[in-house]
Nanobody, 115 residues
Framework: QVQLVESGGGLVQPGGSLRLSCAASGIIFEIYDMGWYRQAPGEQRELVAVITSGLTTNYADSVKGRFTISRDNAKNTVSLQLNSLKPEDTAVYYC?????????WGPGTQVTVSS
């Protein structure tokens, strides 16, 4: 059974930082591309960052220079460091594991940026 479990969300003031983590089980982690997506109320889910099995990274323009994605294949985890947070970063953040004909999602973790 595949499980992706996010942690690390919360309430933070503008300009603050958070670190999200996603623990994966039930998959051969190192062959999957891992990503973080987010969905704000009334909005579509959007890609935030992805790190491929070959360690190539890609970011949404809105988070470039502020967010950093990383993975630890030994621990089956993918992390997202969120710095210089803005109110518009408020959303539910979802972990995603993807490869050909396989796509899995975590339940999400809430990030709220507010003073």
């Amino acid at each position: 059974q595949v499980q992706l479990v996010e942690s690390g969300g919360g309430l933070v003031q503008p300009g603050g930082s958070l670190r999200l983590s996603c623990a994966a089980s039930g998959i051969i982690f190192e062959i999957y591309d891992m990503g973080w997506y987010r969905q704000a109320p009334g909005e579509q889910r959007e890609l935030v960052a992805v790190i491929t099995s070959g360690l190539t990274t890609n970011y949404a323009d809105s988070v470039k220079g502020r967010f950093t994605i990383s993975r630890d294949n030994a621990k089956n985890t993918v992390s997202l460091q969120l710095n210089s947070l803005k109110p518009e970063d408020t959303a539910v953040y979802y972990c995603n594991a993807n490869r050909v004909r396989r796509n899995y999602w975590g339940p999400g973790t809430q990030v709220t940026v507010s003073s």
